[in-house]
């Protein structure tokens, strides 16, 4: 018995993706306002999530090309 319909874990595609995105640009923040001393890599990490977001958008405005 198969109740998912085609999801994985029964939830929207992307929730996964988004709530993992939304902990590391979190931990960026945090660290970021209790004035710690934040790691290059983490730093790095929180903007590539960021782009990588972006660009998704981006791509799914344009539509898909005609060929």
Known sequence: MNNNNGTPLWM????????????VVGTVCYTFLKQVDVPERLI???????GAYFVQKVIAAMGKPEV
């Open 12 to 23: 929207p595609k992307g929730t996964i993706r988004a709530i993992l995105a939304l902990m």
């Open 44 to 50: 790095d990490l929180g903007l590539l999530v960021l």
